[in-house]
């Protein structure tokens, strides 16, 4: 299979998968205000309840509320179904306003309709003034209706339609260049020099871009599928049903910590503010390292601490701020937070014990981000130290996560920790005919022609000792640069080689004598054995 056609497929994957989510979504908010509605019967019947509108091929027309003898959903379902049949049928219209017990009622073509009740008035009208204004709303209603089923009324529409998609089509792709634009722009902010450190924001970011493009997607699709559906008479009614039961649930309160109520929207704007109060954080925090903590000339490692501090410390108080603006009484979160200090006790003790040891590392600082560490079988420079772990850079490119409380719990060689200049070994075998003053100015001269091999302290040569085949020395060299030792320990043995060649010591290799003794075997054998042997070995040889 091509890479085309796997790409296509990744794309509808991707299209269904997305629709297969719109869909979800939609029955579950179509749900949530049903099933709200079918247990509140009570409510319903209360003079206080909602009134429920009447409503043509799914327009409103006007609002019906609890009569005597019904409530106002049966009263809109009697009302609805009769002006269906009257749209449907091709007798013209003809509404009439009568009066019974005080009260006007309104009749069209003849078969009763509605009657206007006192809790039915608008802006405290009397019922016949309320049910003229009715009267001129069925008319208008009935009229439109009429009309949107002719054939000419539904091409025109489809034709619309068909440019609400293709507009549709043309905004899902600018939605998609407006973010990657507002990506670029805002991705330079968040640099600040440290790759693991840039990476998490970034991820952060991109996380918050894509599931706002979503958000984003899904409510333009959805709009114009309900424009659409809003477009046709057959189709109106269900639009204007889904549309109000999403409204609904979006605004249905489904948390209530302490005297607020809070609804999806809500919920899903506090999680957006969130995410912008830590990708904010980190972007004042690239500012604060880039543009001040660089001009102070301090080490990177106090650098790195000052920026995580007050990182952690804005994150701390913005979201502080920003749950007391929005209502939430933080007292009432005491109990969750007692819950989290058993859950941190009992099961979380390693992420409480990395993150204790991360503030240790931060403040105490015996390693720092710059530093040459090596702990246990990994060598390399640490990155950044973060809440839960330290991230080391290998000197073969390789990120490893360490988690804190090993830098605590474990032996670590800090190479870098306070002075950077250090001291490596280079041991080097020389046979038992070479003369020692030669050798120690052999080794003297390559070290000293080695640009990166400090002058003071001098280098210097010991005598080790005899060894079993070779005089054994040890070349000692200074240097500053703890993350170039294997490059320099190279590049020494290369000069040491070819200054010994120079000086014609020779490099012995590892020997060993062998003494072998004459005399027979210590094994005698049987004169009916050697017979045997005899008698076999001549049948071998008869046969060749």
């Not at 970034?202 to 333009?220: E, P, S, V, Y």
């Amino acid at each position: 299979m091509s890479k085309t056609k796997k790409y296509k497929q990744r794309e509808y994957f991707k299209i269904w998968k997305v629709i297969l989510i719109i869909l979800a979504l939609l029955l579950y908010l179509i749900s949530v205000p049903a099933i709200a509605e079918g247990g509140s019967s009570t409510i319903a019947q209360s003079p206080k309840a909602q009134p429920v509108p009447v409503t043509v091929d799914g327009r409103p027309i006007f609002l019906l509320k609890n009569a005597e003898s019904q409530t106002a959903k049966d009263r809109v379902k009697e009302v609805n179904e009769t002006l269906k049949r009257v749209i449907e049928s091709d007798k013209a219209p003809n509404i009439k306003i009568k009066e019974k017990n005080n009260l006007p009622f309104i009749e069209i073509n003849g078969k009763y309709l509605l009657t206007v009740t006192q809790n039915d008035n608008v802006d405290s009208d009397l019922p016949e003034k309320q049910a003229e204004i009715w009267k001129d709303k069925l008319i208008t209603a009935i009229n439109r209706a009429r009309k949107e089923r002719t054939a000419e009324f539904i091409r025109s529409r489809t034709i619309f339609s068909f440019l609400i998609v293709f507009l549709a089509v043309i905004c899902h792709r600018f939605l998609g260049r407006l973010w990657k634009l507002f990506k670029t722009r805002i991705t330079p902010l968040l640099d600040s020099g440290s790759d693991s450190s840039d990476q998490q924001q970034h991820q952060m970011f991109n996380l918050l871009l894509k599931a706002t493009l979503f958000l984003a997607r899904t409510a333009l699709w959805v709009g114009i599928t309900l424009y659409i559906a809003n477009l046709f008479p057959l189709t109106s009614q269900w639009s204007f049903y889904i549309t109000n039961n999403i409204i609904t649930a979006l605004k249905e309160p489904i948390v209530s910590p302490g005297q607020n109520n809070y609804s999806i929207t809500d919920l899903l704007l506090l999680i957006g503010l969130f995410f912008g109060v830590f990708i904010t954080a980190g972007s004042i925090t690239n500012l604060l390292r880039s543009r001040v903590l660089q001009f102070l000339r301090i080490s990177r490692g106090a650098q790195e601490a000052i920026a995580v501090i007050f990182k952690y410390g804005l994150i701390a108080i913005a979201t502080v701020v920003l749950l007391q603006v929005w209502g939430i009484d933080l007292s009432s979160l005491a109990i969750l937070a007692s819950a989290l200090g058993v859950g941190i006790g009992f099961g979380f003790q390693d992420i409480a014990k990395n993150f204790g040891s991360g503030i240790v590392l931060i403040f105490e600082r015996p390693i720092q981000a710059g530093d040459f560490v090596e702990v246990g079988n990994y060598m390399g420079t640490v990155e950044s130290i973060g809440a839960r772990s330290v991230t080391i850079r290998t000197l073969d490119r390789i990120s490893i996560i360490v988690p804190n409380s090993r830098f605590l719990e474990s032996e670590v060689i800090n190479w870098s920790h306070h002075n950077p200049i250090s001291r490596i070994h280079l041991p080097v075998g020389v046979s038992y005919s070479s003369n020692p003053y030669e050798v120690k100015k052999a080794l003297l001269e390559a070290a000293e022609k080695h640009p990166e091999v400090l002058r003071v302290p001098q280098p210097q040569v010991f005598f080790i000792g005899f060894g079993d085949n070779s005089l054994d020395f040890e070349l000692l060299v200074w240097i500053d640069q703890p993350s170039h030792q294997s490059p320099i320990k190279s590049d020494l043995n290369f000069r040491i080689e070819a200054s010994l060649r120079n000086y014609k010591i020779e490099v012995p290799f590892p020997q060993r004598d062998l003494h072998v003794r004459s005399g027979g075997l210590p094994l005698k054998l049987s004169s009916e054995v050697e017979e045997a042997l005899m008698h076999m070995y001549k049948g071998a040889n008869n046969k060749e």
